[in-house]
């Protein structure tokens, strides 16, 4: 299969070297140099992931990550500043799958990429290719369907991203154990990266901004101080 990776960039010598190393590994490239640009190449074509610049005229990225996410779930790749960790953090929490700090190694995007569309397109080959038994994982008031990658808290439906997906899903297996950073990003993954710990810790805030009543004061994912994070066995 020929993915389609759409880059949206205002920095032409960026969208060149990206372009011919995608290319190279064997995808389809399309490329913006502005945020409405490239808003109506996701809604007109089928785009299998997008790499995004936070920095761009018409639309900035993270107003851009917030429009896709309202029509569509692939995954997102932020590119910011190395020295920006807020735009990391807001960039996540709008519903963006990994960053990507500039100066890049060409190399490493490649790889980024490919990790995540193969995590992407295998969750959702394994939803298609469920019988009609649905594994449900259930913890006091929380219900995550594996079948329909649905997740509701007492009766009412919650959005969550695919790597909030497959956290949740990977702690709920198992409640009470605990998991380390670099477990978690090998969950979401399938291999750990460096510098990846901090994605970890915002996906698991955004978490609990979405499951806790108290973020402040978690009842479900708690944290092991100088090990990782479990999520409570139910009482």
């Known amino acids: 299969m020929e993915y389609k990776v759409l880059i949206a960039e205002d920095d032409?010598?960026?969208?060149?070297?990206?372009?011919?190393?995608?290319?190279?590994?064997?995808?389809?490239?399309?490329?913006?140099?502005?945020?409405?640009?490239?808003?109506?190449?996701?809604?007109?074509?089928?785009?299998?992931?997008?790499?995004?610049d936070i920095m761009m005229p018409k639309m900035d990225g993270f107003v851009l990550t917030k429009k896709i996410r309202e029509v569509n779930n692939i995954p997102i790749l932020i590119l910011t500043a190395?020295?920006?960790?807020?735009?990391?953090?807001?960039?996540?929490?709008?519903?963006?799958?990994?960053?990507l700090t500039k100066p890049f190694n060409p190399i490493e995007i490649v790889a980024r990429v490919r990790a995540n569309l193969r995590r992407f397109y295998q969750l959702n080959s394994e939803n298609n290719n469920l019988s009609n038994e649905s594994t449900i994982y259930k913890l006091d008031e929380l219900e995550l369907d594996t079948e329909k990658l649905l997740l509701k808290k007492n009766g009412e439906e919650i959005t969550i991203t695919p790597n909030e997906f497959k956290i949740l899903a990977f702690m709920m297996k198992s409640p009470g154990r605990v998991y380390t950073k670099s477990?978690?990003?090998?969950?979401?993954?399938?291999?750990?990266?460096?510098?990846?710990?901090?994605?970890?810790?915002?996906?698991?805030?955004?978490?609990?901004?979405?499951?806790?009543?108290?973020?402040?004061?978690p009842k479900y994912i708690k944290n092991v101080r100088g090990v990782g994070y479990k999520i409570e066995k139910a009482k």
Do not use: W
Not at 13 to 34: F, P, Q
């Open 12 to 52: 032409i010598d960026i969208i060149n070297i990206l372009k011919l190393y995608l290319e190279s590994s064997g995808y389809k490239v399309l490329t913006a140099d502005n945020g409405q640009t490239a808003y109506e190449l996701i809604l007109n074509n089928n785009v299998d992931l997008a790499i995004l």
């Open 183 to 217: 477990q978690l990003c090998e969950a979401i993954n399938g291999e750990f990266y460096d510098n990846y710990e901090n994605t970890i810790m915002v996906h698991i805030s955004h978490l609990r901004e979405k499951i806790e009543e108290d973020p402040r004061n």
């Open 82 to 99: 190395k020295i920006e960790d807020n735009d990391k953090i807001l960039g996540l929490n709008l519903g963006a799958d990994d960053y």
